[in-house]
T-cell receptor
Framework: DAKTTQPPSMDCAEGRAANLPCNHS???????VYWYRQIHSQGPQYIIH???NNETNEMASLIITEDRKSSTLILPHATLRDTAVYYC????????????FGQGTTLQVKP | DTEVTQTPKHLVMGMTNKKSLKCEQH?????MYWYKQKAKKPPELMFV???????INESVPSRFSPECPNSSLLNLHLHALQPEDSALYLC????????????????FGQGTRLTVV
């Protein structure tokens, strides 16, 4: 299973874009990049996923580099409610079927 | 309905008690998961069920006993727990087991906060 590396913490000003990076240099061709977040004392919440192309939904955008070795989750206009731990996870058909969480990035959105 | 419902939300139990955690989903998902999360740590996978069959047991002690009586329901039976088992227990489900590699996301419940005294 491909491993991911994320910065332990980041700050972002309210109303600005939050750009959360993730390195996954050992990703294989059939593995997807997933992003989840966990707001304090709640269950993790799915945000977005992608394989090769950039993706956008109502919550966020996902930019995957051409070599697929890294990605960036973009929250276009961060609010205080976006303060959470953000997890970047890689898995696919070569995966053992385990959704494994790393340490994630704690995003603090400040007023 | 995109909810995974876990009950109870909070549970305090003694080390000699037997209790059960319950998880329900009505999304037609055929894979369900139990996770354990200690404070300030990421969730750790415990069990995976696919089509009501136990597919993964991450070497969890036998004092934790999972059960999947039907495709909508997942239980975690607890017996003779230790204080270090106190944690947030999370249930999740996905349309199919994640090893199918078809871009399937998991939906999580809000968890049961367990305290063992």
């Amino acid at each position: 299973d491909a491993k991911t590396t994320q910065p332990p913490s980041m700050d972002c000003a309210e109303g600005r874009a939050a750009n959360l990076p993730c390195n996954h240099s050992t990703i294989s061709g059939n593995e997807y990049v997933y992003w989840y977040r966990q707001i304090h004392s709640q269950g993790p919440q799915y945000i977005i996923h992608g394989l090769k192309n950039n993706e956008t939904n109502e919550m966020a955008s996902l930019i995957i580099t051409e070599d697929r070795k890294s990605s960036t989750l973009i929250l276009p206009h961060a609010t205080l409610r976006d303060t959470a731990v953000y997890y970047c996870i890689v898995y696919g058909s070569s995966n053992t079927g385990k959704l494994i969480f790393g340490q994630g990035t704690t995003l603090q959105v400040k007023p | 309905d995109t909810e995974v419902t876990q009950t109870p939300k909070h549970l305090v139990m003694g080390m000699t008690n037997k209790k059960s955690l319950k998880c329900e989903q009505h999304m037609g998902h055929r894979a369900m998961y139990w996770y354990k999360q200690k404070a300030k740590k990421p969730p750790e996978l415990m069990f995976v069920y696919s089509y009501e069959k136990l597919s993964i047991n991450e070497s969890v002690p036998s004092r934790f006993s999972p059960e999947c009586p039907n495709s909508s329901l997942l239980n975690l039976h607890l017996h003779a727990l230790q204080p270090e088992d106190s944690a947030l227990y999370l249930c999740a489900s996905s349309q199919i087991w994640l090893n199918r590699g078809q871009g399937t996301e998991a939906f999580f419940g809000q968890g049961t906060r367990l305290t063992v005294v």
